[in-house]
Each structure stands twice: as C-alpha cells, then as structure tokens.
C-alpha cells in the first residue's frame, strides 16, 4: 500500500517536510536537490510519482519534468509540481512541460497525499 | 531519551537555511552591484527570497511571507528582464535583504516584528514594480489551504445526501501528462458513494484502436455530502484534457440511511476498478468478496449487489475522511532506504551543538598538557630516547597534535558571515548620515575560530560606524578636495604569521594630529608641549575618554570609545594599530590569534622563572657577543644583528624580577618581530624548550596584565606565564645598564 516517491527540492526545508510527510504516510522517499540531482537519483529508480518544485539552480522544475518525459521508462509517471505560486500560466506552463498535476506551497500533508493517491493510484504495486 | 519533535526540528533547520539564503542573497546583490549581469546571479537572489517564503508558508510565518513574496515580486521582474535595477534599486534591494533577515530572526525569536521597520522599505519595493496591493494580497491568500466545505448548512440530521451525474470523458492528452482516470474514479469514490458506468460505444475495432488514443468515457453518479466544487477539485490535474460535465440531481426524498445501505457494495465495485489484486483491498468489506468476480472492462455492471445490501452500515465515513492506503507505521523498507538515499541528497555535513564541539576543544586541551606531562616523566626517568616507550611517545606528540588541528579546523568558520554584517553596518550608518559609502571586502575566505569571530562583531562593529562616521568626510568636503563622492571602507582579513590580520581603512581625511594634540591637551591627556611623533598622537586615539566628533553624533556619540574597542580586542589576546596619512585614509589594524585555545611556544627562563614566549612572534635566537652591543643613552642598548640594530630589552628586569646584571657577553637573546616590522632583541636566561601550550585566561581573575596574554600549565604541573611581547615592548623600559638597585614596573 506503499507509494515510492521521488521528491526534488533545493530548500532543504521543504525537503525534510516533503520527506517528513511522505514518509509518515508510509512511503518511501527518495531526495534530490535539484534537476540535475533529481536525473541522477532518478536513474535506475521506477517511483509511482514524481514531486518537483520549479526553481531551482543548474536545472528547473520545467527543464526537469521535460528531461524525465523524454525517457521512456517515465513518459507516464505522474509528477506533481510544487508550486508557491498558483497563477494560471504557470500551472499551464508546468502542464506543458509534462507535469500531471501541481501542488501549491505551503502543503498540507493529508492533500499532499491525497494528491499524490489521484495521480499515483493507491500503490499496490509495491 | 524522548524523540524531538519533526517539526520542531525541521523549523530549526529552516532558520539555519534561512541564514544560508540571507548570505547567498547578499551576496548575489554585491555581485549584482559590482557589475555581474547574467541571469544566474539574479536566479539567485529570487530562489533565495523564493525559498523563504516557501519555507515561511509551511510554518505559518504570514509577515515573513508577506515581506518575501512582494520582494520576490520585484526579483522576478529584475529576472524577467522588465526591471532593470540601477544603483539605488539595488540599494534598496540590500535594505530590503537587510529588513528580511530582521523579520527571520524575529520570526525565530518569536518576536513580532515593528511595522514601522518593515513598511517603508516595503512600500519602496512596491513602487519599483507599480504592483497593486490588492492584487498581491489575494494571492498571498491562495496559499493558505483550502476552508472545508459547508455545503450541510450546518445540519446535522441523516438528510439525504445529494446526487450528482458526472460525465467524463478524458482525451489523449490527459494520458499523456501522465493522468489516469482509474485513480481519478477513486478520488470521487473518496467523496462518497459512486455508480460508475463505463461507456465503450466509441471503442473502434482493434485493427483501428490507436493504442495510446482516448475513446473510454465514464458516466459516475456520486452521492456525496461534498459540494460541487470538491469535485470538480478532483478534476483539478485535468481540468482542460478532458469532457466534464457535473450535474447535481434534484433532491431525493429525505430516506437517509437506505441510501448509506446501498454503499458497501459499490465500494466494492469501484475497488475491482482500482485493484486486480483483490487482496490488497479486501479488508474493506470482506463479505462481498463474490462480487468480484466482475472483470475490469465491465466496471459499471456490479450494480447489482447494491439492491441486495447486507445491513445498513456506515463504511463510508471512515472512507471519506481517511484516505484507506496510508498505514500509520513506517515500514521497515521504507525506513531502511531513507539513510542511503539521504546521503546523496544532501551534503555531506553534520550540524552540531556548539557546546558539544567546545568540549572536545577543551579536551584535547588536557590531552595536550597531559601528553606533555608524560613525555617530561618518561624524561625524568631517564628513559633512552631512541627506546620504544620514547619513540612511542613521539609518536603520540604527533597524533595529539593532529587531532587537535582537527578540532580546531572544526571551529574555523570563514568571517565572510561576519563580513555581511559589517556590510550592513555601513549601509546603515551611511544612510543616516547621508554619505554614499561602499564597503570593499576582501579576504572573506580567512577562517578564524569562530568564537574570535564572535567577540570580534562588537568591536569591528564601532570600527566601521567610526570610519563612516569620523574617518569619512562630508560629501561637500570629498568633492572639493577632488575625490570621488562615494567614499570607500575597504574591510580586509588575512593569515599572517599564525596570526589573523583584519583592517579597516578608508579613504578619508586622515586623523588630523593638530586636532588630536589640541584635544588631548585639552582634556590632559598629555602635557602641553609634549615632544609627540605621529604614531604617539594617532595612539592617543585609544585613550579612554577621548572623542573628537564636535557634535555628539548619532552612531559614534554612545559613550563608546576607541579605548573600548581597544580593549576587546586586547582581551582576545589581539592587538590593534593605527596608521593614518592625511589626504588619504586611516586605517585600522587588528591582528588576532587564530585561535583562543592553544599556543605554540617557547619555554624560557629569567630569573628562575619559567615563561613561554609564543613562537609566532620570534624570528631567531642566537647568543649576545659584547662587541655586538651599542650604548644608547644612560640606561639602554642596541644590539648590532648582520646591519641593523636593534633595541636590547632584558627580560628579568622588564618584568621587575631583578636589576639589569653587569655583562650580558653570552646571553640568550630572542630576535621578537612584531606585525610592523619593527624588532627587539629580549634577554633570558635559557631556552627550556619548544612546545605547544595550552591557553588558560588570566583575564577572569586578575585582568589585563601589561606585558601577559595568559597562563599556561607546564609538563611539570608548574604555571607559566605567556608572554604578549608586543605589549611588554610597547612598556619595556629598555634598561640593560643602569647601576641603580631601583626595581622598575614592580609586579
């Protein structure tokens, strides 16, 4: 009933909210720092979904999320964006991109999860 | 041992982030300031600010998002490129980095921060962009997270819930943004009860079927205590990829708990659509297992069983209001994988208590005089010095003084930090005495243990309002004088002879002595016409009680003088120099050691009294030949090394142990050079030998000791005096003939 959840975020606090909340929801979390990183962690990785925030350094959420539709493996994983800002273009920018759907920070743990739940499914497969 | 709070932890770690960010964010400005114009500088002074309010949202600091999110706002425009900032934008750029580091550590502190700080600065960021307020504050509230609806009108009775009719029919291009609308039909079924019906008419024959084509739809009526728009919030992620249409049925007559009967079952229905496996949710209501043998692409047959309900229960509360797939307890993999995970994720780096990091310090600080010691016992008892035990021993003397590099290196913190603030003095007290001043920094890499960094804030802090201040003339002033308007302080720090170097300078007047003079003597300081040279006059700078500014201004004015900086930095065991030419600058320098804890030295003798001269300081030894030495005046000598001379200075009769002796033919003579380059010869007695020495205050009990940085405790158990030898030159009498049995500087 466990979703795997790659999380990529250059604040560090996000970070350990992102994993704090995954992780009390039963999932296991893998981190990354930005896009570049997430690339990295994500090799060799098959989560159920994606979290991403959108700026970060050496490579962004939109230059990411379009990295990871462009392998096979990950052209249907669900990402979900994370986002302070909730203006229209943005989340038609980010959908664009690839993203599936998009998360508006601050986050609340239970919609966190509920959100990922409606993208991810309930996660049986692990 | 009890388990700290997750949150409380992470809110801690985001204020040490937050600090991380302000840094980056200054940094980003100056750069910005010197010229630096490609994107990714401004890219991060956004992400910085950006992150901020990220961080701040999540624990609900509103006047810290509400500051950050509009000078994010103008970073954004600087980053699209509809802002071009000029200097004074980005001055106001600084101010305002400056406001949000005040509300973080308000924020921290728990302390609310005073509009009146805050509100200036922001109304100038906002009349760079033109942005509307009211614009700005509705989307501040789109962060806060979404009111629970309350569409029950607050009644409370088992009224029917309303039905809706939702058609949905998903399009090619919500499978390609990685939608699915099987969990999609198991969102809704969160919300309530749900009749899903597949419609297939428009799958074409399998020789036609695009396979990643869309031409499924669903018809779902859900009976929901939920509202229209949490449904439509279930359609979020595809609003725009697909056909939706929400109906909301007319009201059915109030049965109420028929209705809820009927749910079990459909339960059931949707989770053969979410589930192949059956075991995963069979928990729900194992009774129906039968049912499931509806096979997926009929999902909106099993209807059937709702006509046939078992008994009126109520599953869907717990249904709707806990999602069914979070288990409370981690598990075992899950936890396992975090660590690994971990330490690619981040950098590698541990956070520790400061006191934690003292103690260690302080330990390796007895393992030195311990070591030490041992060493002079295995000596005593005439231990050969090629035996194991010697050579062990030797080997010891290395790894104690490796590790306590190590611990040191831990301590060591680069000042830049403290550089920043100094920035931020400058642009304070500039502001407020209407001076343009830019502060160049340079050296900010110098690592310094971080308690010297720490106690050198307060003083480098009056050092650089008085350069504004004093040391910085009037615009008007500059200009007729035909300098440049803005006046430049230039903060620097370096490693010098195991020693930090930090300067202040300006490029000001310089001390004007004929003012000085005029003050000290009128003050009494010194005695009218009192032969002065200009280091003497600069000197008198220092002395308590001195102020030359005409009119107590507002920063310098605070009954804190240059005797007082003097004095801190003294107790760091630092020294501070003046040096000043007029038309151009003055500038201050203060040379620190590296560290507060330990010393290399050498163990000297005079007059039976064993003292440790630190090593740093001494250039060479050698041995006094008389015809080396010159007369110069009554009572003193010079001594001749290769073509310079040098005075001679004993130490015994500097420290008031004895009377100069007759003939020095043969002594020991220790060549001191100070940071200025000027040198001293020093006479002892013997040279012991040369050792590490750990530092032990003299400050807390006795006080500044002229001519003594501190104490130390010896192999023996014996205390030796350190010795300052800057300071014991600065008051040495230099005596080395007189006759006379008077003591000098007794005690």
Request: overall charge negative; glycine content about 8%; charged content about 25%.
């Amino acid at each position: 009933m466990s979703l795997s959840i790659l999380a990529v975020d250059d604040s560090r606090t996000i970070r350990d909210m992102l994993n704090l909340a995954l992780c009390q929801a039963g999932f296991s979390t893998s981190l990354a720092e930005d896009g570049v990183h997430g690339l990295e962690v994500l090799d060799g990785l098959r989560p159920d979904a994606i979290i991403t925030d959108i700026n970060m350094p050496r490579l962004d959420g939109f230059g990411f999320i379009e990295a990871v539709r462009g392998q096979d493996e990950h052209r249907a994983t669900p990402i979900l964006v994370l986002t302070t800002e909730s203006a229209p273009e943005l989340k038609s920018r980010a959908r664009a991109a690839g993203a599936t759907g998009w998360i508006v920070k601050p986050f609340d743990p239970v919609k966190l999860v509920r959100a990922l739940h409606m993208v991810a499914g309930p996660g049986a497969s692990t | 041992m009890t388990t700290p709070d997750p949150m409380a932890e992470i809110r801690a770690s985001f204020f040490i982030e937050c600090e991380e960010l302000l840094e980056a964010l200054q940094d980003g400005l100056s750069m910005i300031d010197d010229g630096a114009t490609d994107d990714e500088t401004v890219n991060v002074c956004f992400r910085a600010v950006h992150s901020i309010k990220g961080g701040a949202g999540a624990f609900g600091l509103d006047e810290l998002v509400r500051f950050a999110h509009r000078y994010e706002t103008v970073l954004d425009e600087v980053r699209g490129g509809r802002l071009a900032p000029d200097h004074d934008a980005l001055l106001l750029f600084m101010r305002a980095a400056d406001v949000l580091s005040d509300i973080v550590r308000n924020c921290r502190d728990g302390i609310v921060t005073d509009p009146d700080a805050v509100e200036p600065t922001l109304r100038e960021l906002e009349a760079l962009t033109g942005g509307s307020e009211e614009e700005e504050e509705e989307e501040v509230c789109d962060f806060q997270p979404m009111t629970l609806s309350l569409d029950l009108g607050g009644c409370e009775l088992p009224e029917a819930d309303p039905a809706y009719e939702i058609e949905f029919w998903p399009e090619r291009e919500l499978f390609q943004s990685g939608n699915e609308p099987l969990f999609l039909l198991g969102a809704l079924k969160e919300l309530g009860s749900t009749e899903p019906r597949c419609d297939t008419d428009k799958v074409p024959d399998l020789s036609e079927l695009d396979p990643e084509g869309a031409c499924i739809g669903w018809k779902i009526r859900l009976t929901t205590n939920q509202g229209q728009s949490e449904i439509e919030e279930v359609f979020e992620f595809v609003e725009g990829l697909c056909t939706l249409k929400v109906h909301k049925e007319d009201p059915v007559p109030a049965t109420g708990l028929p209705e809820i009967s009927g749910l079990p079952s459909l339960e059931q229905g949707v989770s053969d659509v979410e589930n192949s496996e059956p075991e995963t949710q069979s928990s729900a209501s194992p009774a129906e297992n039968s049912a499931e043998v509806a096979p997926r692409m009929t999902l909106g047959i099993p209807e059937a069983p709702a006509t046939t309900p078992p008994e009126p229960q109520p599953p869907q509360k717990t249904g709707a209001t806990t999602p069914p797939t979070i288990p409370s307890i981690k598990t075992p993999p899950a936890a396992a994988a975090k660590p690994a995970i971990q330490a690619t994720a981040t950098k590698a780096t541990v956070r520790v208590d400061l006191e934690r990091i003292e103690r260690l310090v302080n330990l390796v600080g007895e393992l030195v005089i311990n070591q030490a010691m041992l060493s002079q016992s295995v000596t005593q008892a005439g231990i050969p010095a090629n035996s194991p035990v010697a050579q062990g021993l030797e080997e010891f003397m290395q790894l104690t003084r490796d590790i306590q590099d190590s611990v040191m290196m831990i301590r060591a913190q680069p000042v830049k930090s403290m550089f920043q603030r100094m920035a931020r003095i400058v642009r304070e007290s500039s502001a407020s005495l209407d001076k343009r001043v830019r502060l160049v920094t340079v050296g900010e890499a110098t690592e310094v243990d971080r308690t010297v960094i720490e106690r050198l804030a307060d003083p480098l802090t009056h050092m650089i309002r008085n350069a504004v201040d004093h040391g910085l003339e009037e615009t008007e002033t500059r200009i007729a004088s035909g300098k440049s308007d803005e006046g430049c302080i230039t903060l620097s720090a370096a490693h010098r002879s195991g020693r930090v170097i930090i300067e202040v300078s300006d490029d000001g007047a310089g001390i004007n002595r004929e003012k000085v003079r005029a003050i000290a003597e009128d003050k009494e300081l010194v005695q009218p016409g009192q032969q002065l040279t200009d280091a003497e006059i600069d000197s008198l700078l220092f002395l308590p009680g001195f102020s030359t500014a005409k009119t107590v201004s507002n920063l310098s004015g605070r009954g804190v003088g240059m005797d007082v900086v003097r004095k801190s930095i003294q107790d760091l065991g630092g020294r501070v120099n003046i040096t000043s030419t007029p038309g151009k600058g003055t500038c201050f320098s203060i040379s620190l050691p590296l560290t507060l804890a330990v010393l290399d030295g050498m163990v000297v003798e005079a007059a039976n009294e064993t003292l440790v001269v630190p090593l740093g300081s001494i250039v060479e030894t050698l041995k006094v030949r008389h015809e080396d030495m010159r007369a110069m005046g009554p009572n003193t000598q010079v001594l001749q090394i290769r073509d310079s001379f040098v005075p001679l200075m004993d130490l015994g009769v500097e420290l008031g142990f004895r009377n100069p002796r007759d003939d020095y033919n043969g002594s020991v003579v220790l060549l001191i050079s100070l940071e200025d380059g000027t040198r001293s010869a020093i006479i002892v007695d013997t040279i012991q030998e040369q050792r590490q020495v750990v530092i032990k205050g003299l400050q807390d009990s006795y006080g500044h000791i002229p001519g003594i940085a501190a104490a130390t405790i010896l192999g023996d158990g014996q205390v030796a005096l350190i010795l300052d030898p800057v300071d014991l030159m600065a008051n040495a009498t230099g005596k080395t003939r007189s006759p006379s049995s008077q003591l000098e500087l007794a005690g």
